[in-house]
């Protein structure tokens, strides 16, 4: 875990080029230009991730200002001369004291080697470690991906649950390197930062619950429960969600204290799974 940083420093809302914040985005005109060096290190992160284990590189104006707001060290902010920066990214980098750099197009084409690229992107120091199961809160909800290996999926239920307030979520079977997969990195547009994820195996992660103490759900299209019975649960309660092809696995459904079903009209094969998340994260959220 890393410790939110405080967004709203005095000065933070302008632009080093002079720009309001209030805008969609500050022109960049006047801010310095990458040296040499720093391009080489970012050719050398983009081509050779293996080979520098302790930096990546983050893309997007989103993800960039929720890493910085996490906590996360970024070290420099580059955008493409000639394209804004969104005010939040700014802002972020002023709180924080993070310089941004312009970047020749033709460097970032060198850099990235593809006519769709991120045209704001940042060098970033790695946590130390990444979440373990004892670093995930334990006042709230849990949600646990059992077989859930779409990385834009596993991303979307990421922001879903930082918005709703879960604790964290368990990845089982994922088949992610690791949380920083890059990826990942994207689709949950930095959240992973925020919010505890773990890669576990499915004994770990039963171990866990159980001593945790926590109610567990698993939802299944043949479950005997609707999405309202878990609405009365009180305290912490544990959400499993299986792939959209197979549901949760059977060590997780056969241990579940209840199999809740989302009420779909007749003929809909199924819900994407971090669709139900969000169904189920809010229905949680109303009960409270």
């Not at 580059?78 to 460097?107: K, M, N």
């Not at 009180?234 to 997780?252: D, K, N, Q, T, V």
Request: charge should be neutral.
């Amino acid at each position: 875990m890393v410790t939110p940083a405080q967004v709203g420093a005095p000065g933070a809302g302008r632009s080093e080029a002079g720009g309001s914040v209030a805008g969609m985005t500050i022109d960049q005109s006047n801010w310095p230009p990458a040296s040499p060096s720093a391009v080489q290190r970012l050719f050398d992160l983009v081509r050779h991730p293996r080979q520098a284990a302790k930096q990546i590189v983050l893309e997007d104006d989103a993800l960039i200002a929720n890493a910085i707001t996490a906590g996360v060290e970024v070290a420099e902010v580059y955008a493409e001369t000639g394209h804004g920066l969104a005010p939040s990214l700014v802002a972020a980098c002023q709180a924080a004291g993070v310089p941004i750099r312009s970047v020749a197009p033709a460097d970032a084409a060198r850099v990235f080697k593809i006519d769709k690229r991120a045209r704001v992107f940042a060098v970033a120091k790695l946590p130390s470690r990444p979440a373990r199961l004892a670093d995930i809160p334990r006042d709230g909800d849990i949600v646990v991906l059992d077989g859930v290996r779409i990385a834009g999926n596993i991303g979307a239920i990421i922001r879903s649950a930082y918005a709703l307030g879960a604790a964290g979520v368990i990845l089982v079977d994922s088949d992610l390197p690791s949380a920083w997969d890059r990826r990942l990195l994207r689709a949950s547009r930095g959240h992973v930062f925020a919010l505890p994820t773990v890669l576990a195996t499915a004994a770990e992660a039963a171990a866990h619950l159980a001593d945790q103490g926590v109610l567990v759900a698993a939802f299944d299209a043949d479950g005997a429960q609707r999405i309202a019975d878990i609405t009365a649960v009180r305290g912490p309660a544990a959400l499993i969600f299986g792939s959209e092809r197979r549901g949760p696995s059977p060590a997780f459904a056969e241990a579940a204290d209840l199999r809740v079903a989302i009420p779909m009209r007749p003929g809909a094969e199924s819900l994407n799974v971090s669709v139900a998340v969000g169904i189920a994260l809010q229905a949680r959220n109303s009960a409270g």
